[in-house]
């Protein structure tokens, strides 16, 4: 029986992954090299001068002294789960050829049944491709 070349695609194992994104910081550089490819750039006024706040890892903005975490807006915007947290789910969902259950990812994720659903939930809706886009 022939092998099916979309079974056998390279995946990413999970010591690469956690070589990659296995600490906060890594996942937060990821994040944010994500939303701001080319530099921070304020989401209310566009403005690109901008001081950064170490300590809360915050951006502010020079211009409408608007605070922006990279976090803001996005699904882990008001989540106290660690990205790291976050990301190992992401890597769970992906990675698997069926659905992977929220028993499941409680287990794996070290947390309470509901937030292992809602994270869920926040990510099967975010991997959801809108009609009429291909």
């Known amino acids: ?51 950064f706040y170490e300590a809360r890892r915050l951006f502010r903005c020079a211009d409408c002294k608007t605070q922006t975490s990279v976090r803001s807006g996005t699904i882990f915007h008001a ?13 769970c969902l992906t990675q698997t050829k069926n659905s992977t259950a929220a028993l499941e990812l409680m287990r794996t994720l070290g947390v309470q049944y509901n937030t292992a659903w809602l994270l869920k939930q926040k990510l099967c809706q975010v991997m959801v491709v809108p009609q009429g886009v291909v």
């Not at 092998?3 to 550089?29: H, V």
């Not at 939303?35 to 690109?48: E, I, V």
Request: with cysteine; proline share 6%.
């Open 79 to 91: 989540s106290k789960l660690p990205l790291t947290t976050w990301f190992i789910g992401i890597f």
């Open 1 to 51: 029986m022939a092998r099916n070349p979309i079974q056998f695609q390279a995946g990413l194992s999970l010591s690469a992954f956690l070589k990659d994104y296995g600490t906060e910081d890594q996942c937060w550089e990821a994040v944010r090299s994500a939303r701001w490819p080319d530099g921070f750039a304020c989401p209310h006024c566009g403005c690109r001068r901008h001081s």
